[in-house]
Antibody, heavy 122, light 108 residues
Framework: QVQLVQSGAEVKKPGASVTVSCKASGYTFSDYYMHWVRQAPGQGLEWMGRVNPKSGYTNYAQKFQGRVTMTRDTSISTAYMELTRLRSDDTAVYYC???????????????WGQGTLVTVSS | DIQMTQSPSSLSASVGDRVTITCRASQSISRYVNWYQQKPGKAPKLLIYEASSLQSGVPSRFSGSGSGTDFTLTISSLQPEDFATYYCQQSYSSPRATFGQGTKLEIK
């Protein structure tokens, strides 16, 4: 079965960087885009960007441009999300999510990692 | 950007009730809406894709409908495990995904 397993919780100081990993299993990693979505405490879901596991090509939400880098290592079926220049309002749970494409041309996020809590505090 | 507006933001209901949550898109998005359920401390779970298709393994008491700008998620007979927060998401524009703000379903 499809599984996405993320790295553990992190505590960072303002201005630091964090990298969250997402290891995939149960499917061919390079066949599905990996997206990253975050959720601040008590808030909704916010799309951050995606990486094409085959090419490494990325798309980022404008809000995170310049601060986020999404990469992948196909040899170990793992995607990474690095966020730099952390601020207190980056405190959130970060999720990886697999994009599943349907024949009609649409898509959904059919599998999600368990989430990684990143706390930014001085 | 396509905005997704859910209503209500919260809802109290009892076991056995029929519940409907609505989601409105800021422009026509055909049938490109997905619905997710999220329980506290857990990742979202896909319930419905393409407005009305039930994800494998999801109970048939969940159903979705709509097209264009207006969409609904209906739970025909609430069960105790259904109390959670529900999100709609548009999949019309790619790659950017946008979600509704969520509807918290609580026990009355």
């Amino acid at each position: 079965q499809v599984q996405l397993v993320q790295s553990g919780a992190e505590v960072k100081k303002p201005g630091a960087s964090v990298t969250v990993s997402c290891k995939a299993s149960g499917y061919t990693f390079s066949d599905y885009y990996m997206h990253w979505v975050r959720q601040a405490p008590g808030q909704g879901l916010e799309w951050m960007g995606r990486v094409n596991p085959k090419s490494g090509y990325t798309n980022y939400a404008q809000k995170f441009q310049g601060r986020v880098t999404m990469t992948r290592d196909t040899s170990i079926s793992t995607a990474y999300m690095e966020l730099t220049r952390l601020r207190s309002d980056d405190t959130a749970v970060y999720y990886c999510a697999r994009r599943f494409n349907y024949g009609s041309g649409t898509y959904s996020f059919d599998s999600w990692g368990q989430g990684t809590l990143v706390t930014v505090s001085s | 950007d396509i905005q997704m507006t859910q209503s209500p933001s919260s809802l109290s209901a009892s076991v056995g009730d029929r519940v409907t949550i609505t989601c409105r898109a800021s422009q026509s998005i055909s049938r490109y809406v997905n619905w997710y359920q999220q329980k506290p401390g857990k990742a979202p779970k896909l319930l419905i894709y393409e407005a009305s298709s039930l994800q494998s393994g999801v109970p048939s008491r969940f159903s979705g409908s709509g097209s264009g700008t207006d969409f609904t998620l209906t739970i025909s007979s609430l069960q105790p495990e259904d109390f959670a927060t529900y999100y709609c998401q548009q999949s019309y524009s790619s790659p950017r995904a946008t979600f509704g703000q969520g509807t918290k379903l609580e026990i009355k």
